[in-house]
């Protein structure tokens, strides 16, 4: 297969490139740089352009005999997509669609689609299977449900098989220490604990310690992205094998608390950085875990860096060799 990955310059999508290179599989990556970076890109073909631009994904789906698609590409800030949903709609939704028409027109059949736990919205129990109600209560996980629904009418009208994943809460770094997680601005838990164990940050603020939780934060399912990286390829393979379409959490199946990131923040980096206790931050449910059985079960996913102290050491690697990013 020779496959084209879309967002292949961000976090996860470099990740995902990593792992095909790896194992041989011809990449070609799409990316407009507007969130990416061109130096996390191992390998394989660059092309600076965007998901939507229909003429371009044809040309190059013909240029490289490309067969399988991973979709990566989206704009994926919680709070940004409720101020800016035309935004989110347009990127997401309309160069999504955009993107989907040209691939069935040229004639790719098969499709993994990164989808997210945000889908869901606030859990009604955990872990959060499947069969869980998806009623989102953010504009970017609707952006991407309603994709997940458009790839069911496509898969009826034009054969394309997809596979979704919707991702629980992504950290962590390639252990090789080349590439990471260089968000900016940084929203995420874990890469601004590493910024304040690096002395970039005065301090860490705890977003709400009121939660009915043991410890009274918030409870995250943290599951490492070269783990999440490889579950593309086992999706990409199943669909190769004449495998159905199909919807899949990933996540380790484990919660842990703000408080239990921090402490292990400081156990793994030896900094005691300054930690704070504010409010609690707007849609943020208290527990999100995941019910990861489904892809266990069919294409035999299993997690190689599940326990929380080995993701934090590898993001921790990366930062310290990357303290400014990749910019550095
Ligand atoms: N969080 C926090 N302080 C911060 C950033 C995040 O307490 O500076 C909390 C946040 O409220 C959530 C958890 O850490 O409960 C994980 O947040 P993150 O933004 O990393 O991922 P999300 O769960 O929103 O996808």
């Known amino acids: 297969m020779n496959i084209l990955v879309t967002g292949g310059a961000g976090y996860i999508g470099s990740h995902v490139v990593k792992e095909l290179l790896k194992r041989n599989y011809h990449v070609v990556t799409l990316d407009n740089l507007s969130k990416g970076h061109r130096e996390a890109v191992t390998g394989g073909v660059f092309v600076q352009g965007d998901c939507g631009d229909a003429a371009l994904v044809k040309e190059l789906v013909r240029e490289h005999g ?3 698609v991973v979709h990566l590409a989206a ?3 919680v709070g940004e997509s409720m101020t800016r949903p035309d935004k989110y709609c347009q990127n997401n939704l309309g160069n999504g669609i955009n993107f989907l028409t040209a691939l069935a027109e040229a004639g790719v059949r098969r499709f993994i689609l990164s989808s997210t736990a945000a889908v869901y919205g606030e859990p009604e129990y955990t872990p959060i299977d499947e069969a869980h109600p998806a009623q989102p209560v953010n504009v970017y996980g609707g952006t991407k449900l ?3 629904q458009i790839l069911r009418w496509y ?3 034009y054969g394309l098989r997809y596979v979704s994943l919707r991702y629980f809460n992504a950290a962590g770094a390639d252990p090789g220490g080349r590439i990471g997680e260089d968000h900016d601005p940084e929203t995420h838990l874990i890469p601004l604990v590493m910024q304040a164990a690096l002395g970039q940050r005065d301090k860490i603020v705890i977003y709400g310690t009121d939660y009915p939780t043991p410890d009274g934060t918030c409870v995250r399912d943290y599951i490492h992205v070269s783990d999440l990286a490889v579950a593309h390829i086992l ?4 669909l190769r094998d004449g495998g159905p379409s199909a919807v899949y959490n990933l996540g380790n199946e484990r919660g842990h608390s703000v408080r239990e990131v921090v402490e292990t923040a400081r156990r793994v980096t030896g900094v005691d950085f300054v930690v704070e206790e504010g409010p609690r931050r707007e849609g943020d449910p208290a527990v999100l875990v995941a019910g990861s059985g489904r892809i266990q079960r069919d294409l035999g996913w ?3 860096y599940g326990e929380l102290e080995e993701i934090v050491r590898t993001a921790w690697e990366w930062h310290r060799g990357h303290p400014r990013g990749y910019g550095g």
Do not use: H, K, N, Q
Not at 235 to 238: D, H, Q, R, S
């Open 75 to 77: 704009d994926s800030l």
């Open 235 to 238: 999706a990409l393979e199943a």
């Open 66 to 68: 490309i067969s399988a």
């Open 302 to 304: 299993r997690p190689r």
């Open 146 to 148: 309603m994709l997940e």
């Open 155 to 157: 898969e009826r009208a």
